[in-house]
């Protein structure tokens, strides 16, 4: 019988990811189930998404509460009433303390908009834009401690072109957010995700990519 993997997700804002999500799971290419979404902004407009998808929807104000353990303790307390195996992070804008991700040992998930190791933390689209970097990407990872820190499951990569902002860049690396979040999920509920230390192994992966990319192209060859 196929596992149905049981999600609970965590989001600040618009929630375009956690659309992707739930995009992927009602096509039948996810197999997964989202028990609750948590927000901490009663604003959210993933509150609207997961009303015309029937998805449970509970707001926890950070500001409500005067401590971040006491804080992350109620999520803790909602993610496992309702049975959550797994915790996606999409746009969440708080750093997750030890006592968070004791609960969920490499069982959190994060998204970054950047090729992690690389521009950690805010403003990376308008941070890899002024650098002058020639490709930049996104990475999904298990969360840790640290910010955007922890061991990485996969990326993608797109070039930054000459004439790009931090919102045309940003646009691009979002279709491919939307992409490789639902893999990375998909992976995991197969049982294919092995961490050991700060690497990630993918059983019985495929190579997708055996040959360099250049951004510009090269004229000698």
Known sequence: ??????????????????????????????????????SNSPEAYARERCRRHNIPFVVINHGDFPLRDAFDQQMIDVLQSRGVELVIMAGFMRILTARFLSSFPLRIMNIHPALLPAFPGLHVQRKAVEYGVRFSGCTVHFADDGVDSGPIIIQAVVPVYEDDDEDSLAQRILKEEHKIYPQ??????????????????LREAEVSMNTPQHNP???IR
């Open 217 to 219: 192209s090269l004229t």
């Open 1 to 38: 019988m196929k596992k149905i993997l049981p999600l609970g997700i965590l989001v600040s804002g618009s929630g375009s990811n956690l659309q992707s999500i739930i995009d992927h799971i009602e096509s039948g290419k996810l197999d997964a189930v989202i028990r609750v979404v948590i």
């Open 184 to 201: 990375a999920i998909q992976w995991y509920v197969e049982g294919r995700l092995e961490v050991k230390g700060r690497k990630v192994y």
